[in-house]
């Protein structure tokens, strides 16, 4: 039996010497080894020193076993102790058998599978295995950790299991399903990212492949799941998306500043351009378009914060008629959030539609058809800022534009840089147009003033050459004859002083160097006494005077500046009273006064009206009256040192009244 075995067995004692062999035949070894050592047998072609250590242990009471080549074949030999009765080791018992090429198969098996293991264990990757109903059959360390599972936990259950045990991966094993589904219908290799959240806190982000294996029929066998994490890369290419978008931003903005820098520079060279005030205005207006909108409005303000607008220009040539249509109209400084509240404020304001409206209201006023002009426009959004330069708010320059909501931080604070250089070449052009107006006003006061400084110093040379003439001629001159001519140089001396003196009271106004000096003075008396300094005059212009005087009408007033009052305005009511009748009348009123002077003269028109107590301001021309135009400026700025008023009625042809009230003190 045993020799029909392909194996050689045999027996030594504890010297390893064989004692007895069978099948040595088949080994290849010579017939008779009884009697023979072991390491004699083996010679020098085997491996002895596996093969005496394997024995060795035997002998040690332990089996062993060695593979060794023996004649080009493979041969595996098992070593055991052999015992006696008493179990004491007496030698050993071996057995050496050709190791079959199925054996060989086997054990290569064994090594590859043990391979594909460490290696499935040591790849970083997650790998999951399931067969065709989704249970979990198998899964790498990697792919453990990733739902932080224990090796013993997981096989056998489906996703949807697993889920009801771990709260904490139930999202994310509920997708792994979703997920397996749609791998399941594609019927192939799918990819997806998944995010599975960590218990600390963090995400990771998962490449994963999901392949679908199917018996041949197209039952399913099973899903292999390979998942990457990619979560550093993402993060990495985040981090270098936001580098990115960052210096994208920053690249943005500085081309953004550079464009602003270049526009604000343009539009300063614009306004440094002209110092005529009308040409400003229109380069004002047009400066910032289409840069900051489609439709610009330049809207100044009166002291009493009165709007007017005056200037307009839209970038389109096309509409600039409908745009010249709100430059007609002044802004309704009733609406919120207006014109005037960035006037008041003096802060920037941008300007929206009504919640659910149309167009802007802030840039209109509200009569005729503005705000169909507004809307015809497509104006949609608003910006206004003020008009600030030396400390004083001029007015507002507004933008508007067809998109909404155009106005972002940047605009608003471009349309301030830009009004700002805009107010000041405004505010440089009005001084210089003032500066020009004064020269003018300067040069025609020199030539009035010189005439009328002229027309008394020739009447007084007149005079004294009259009475040279008479000095000269020997004769004694009647006195009566002399009279006239003195009488004469005494009115024109008079009106010299007068003129000088008025020309030193506006300056001593102007500078406030005024001071009343008052006393308790009864107004009646005061008027009476001036009427009397007119009696020659009024008969020299045959002009009737009626006087209507109240008693007592008695104040603390300066005596001397209130008969230059009276004087001013009678030496007018004659001046300009064509000989008509002149009435003046002196009443109480609230304990104080009330003076009144009509005349039936020339009257003045209600244009000139207005201006007529301002300096040099005349109603009439030099050539027809005399006159600095100083007179009603000095009276009303003596009334009013005084505390009172002065007002006028007139019109042409129907003569004038100025009545002046005075309270009982200053
Ligand atoms: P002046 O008489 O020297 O021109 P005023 O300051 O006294 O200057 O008066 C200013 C202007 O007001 C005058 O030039 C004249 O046109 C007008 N005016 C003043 N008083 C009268 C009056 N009583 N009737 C008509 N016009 C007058």
């Known amino acids: 039996m045993l020799f029909q075995i392909p194996a050689f067995l045999y027996l030594t004692d504890r010297e390893l010497r064989f004692i007895a062999t069978a099948g040595s035949e088949w080994a290849g070894l010579e017939l008779e080894l009884e009697g023979k050592l072991l390491h004699e047998v083996l010679g020098a072609d085997a491996e002895p020193s596996r093969a005496l250590a394997a024995h060795q242990r035997a002998l040690g009471g332990e089996p062993a076993s060695y593979e060794t080549e023996w004649s080009h074949r493979l041969i595996s030999v098992r070593v055991e102790p052999a015992f006696d009765e008493e179990g004491r080791c007496v030698g050993t018992i071996g057995i050496a058998a050709e190791v079959s090429a199925r054996q060989r198969e086997i054990e290569e098996l064994r090594t590859n599978a043990e391979r594909l293991r460490t290696l499935l264990e040591t790849t970083p990757d997650a790998i999951y295995m399931k067969d065709g109903e989704g249970r979990w059959l198998e899964a790498n360390e990697a792919g453990l950790q990733l739902?932080?599972?224990s090796r013993s936990e997981y096989q056998g259950l489906t996703d949807l299991e697993l889920a009801?045990?771990?709260?904490?991966?139930?999202?994310?094993?509920?997708?792994?399903?979703?997920?397996d589904q749609?791998?399941?219908?594609?019927?192939?290799?799918?990819?997806?990212?998944?995010i599975i959240p960590q218990p600390d806190g963090d995400s990771r982000i998962v490449a994963v492949t999901k392949v679908p294996l199917l018996h041949p029929n197209g039952q399913r066998k099973g899903l292999v799941i390979l998942g990457r994490d990619i979560t550093r890369r993402r993060l990495a290419e985040q981090e270098r998306a936001r580098l990115l978008h960052q210096e994208k931003v920053a690249r943005a903005a500085a081309e953004e500043a550079r464009r602003r820098s270049e526009f604000l520079s343009s539009a300063s060279r614009v306004l440094a351009d002209s110092l005529d005030y009308d040409a400003t205005l229109t380069a004002v207006a047009r400066l910032g378009l289409p840069f900051l909108?489609?439709?610009?409005?330049?809207?100044?303000?009166?002291?009493?914060l009165r709007t007017s607008r005056v200037a307009t220009a839209h970038a389109e040539?096309?509409?600039?008629?409908?745009?010249?249509?709100?430059?007609?109209?002044?802004?309704?400084?009733?609406?919120?959030?207006?014109?005037?509240e960035v006037i008041r404020t003096r802060r920037p304001l941008v300007l929206t539609p009504p919640p659910g409206g149309e167009g802007v209201p802030a840039l209109c006023c509200h009569e005729g058809a503005h705000l169909d002009t507004v809307r015809e426009l497509g104006l949609r959004s608003g910006l206004s800022v003020p008009l600030v330069a030396r400390g004083r708010t001029m007015g507002t320059l507004t933008y508007a534009s067809v998109r909404p909501d155009r106005y972002r931080d940047e605009d608003v604070r471009l349309a301030e840089d830009l009004a700002w250089r805009a107010a000041l070449a405004l505010d440089n052009a009005r001084l210089y147009r003032e500066s020009q107006e004064a020269i003018q006003a300067r040069d025609e006061f020199l030539s009035i003033a010189s005439h009328e400084l002229r027309t008394p110093i020739t009447a007084l040379r007149l005079g004294i050459q009259r009475l040279l003439r008479l000095a000269r001629g020997g004769a004694e001159p009647a006195w009566k004859t002399v009279a006239p001519s003195l009488e004469g140089i005494e009115r024109q001396g008079k009106r010299l002083a007068l003129l000088i003196d008025s020309l030193l009271d506006v300056s001593r106004l102007q500078s406030h160097r005024i001071q009343l000096d008052l006393e308790e003075v009864e107004l009646s008396a005061v008027?009476?006494?001036?009427?009397?300094?007119?009696?020659?005059?009024?008969?020299?212009t045959h002009t009737p005077l009626s006087l209507r005087t109240e008693a007592s009408v008695v104040g603390?007033?300066?005596?001397?500046?209130?008969?230059?009052?009276?004087?001013?305005?009678?030496?007018?009511?004659?001046?300009?009273?064509?000989?008509?009748?002149?009435?003046?009348s002196v009443a109480r009123e609230n304990g104080g006064a009330v003076l009144t002077l009509k005349d039936g003269g020339i009257g003045i028109s209600s244009e000139r009206l207005p201006f007529i107590f301002g300096r040099f301001e005349r109603a009439v021309s030099s050539r027809h009256y005399g006159g600095l135009g100083l007179g009603l400026y000095i009276v009303r700025q003596l009334v009013e040192l005084h505390g009172g008023s002065i007002q006028v009625e007139s019109s042409p042809g129907q003569g004038s009244t100025f009545t002046i009230r005075l309270p009982p003190h200053p």
Request: charged share 30%; glycine share 10%; hydrophobic share 40%.
């Open 147 to 149: 739902f932080h599972f």
């Open 164 to 179: 009801r045990r771990h709260a904490f991966f139930r999202d994310a094993l509920l997708a792994c399903y979703q997920s």
């Open 182 to 194: 749609q791998a399941w219908a594609a019927g192939g290799p799918t990819r997806r990212e998944e």
């Open 293 to 304: 909108g489609e439709w610009c409005a330049v809207d100044l303000a009166g002291e009493d």
């Open 317 to 340: 040539p096309s509409k600039a008629g409908s745009a010249r249509r709100l430059e007609e109209c002044v802004p309704d400084l009733e609406v919120a959030g207006g014109i005037a």
């Open 527 to 540: 008027v009476r006494d001036v009427v009397e300094q007119f009696g020659g005059a009024l008969a020299r």
């Open 556 to 584: 603390r007033w300066d005596r001397l500046r209130l008969e230059q009052v009276v004087t001013n305005l009678l030496d007018n009511a004659i001046k300009y009273g064509a000989s008509a009748p002149i009435e003046v």
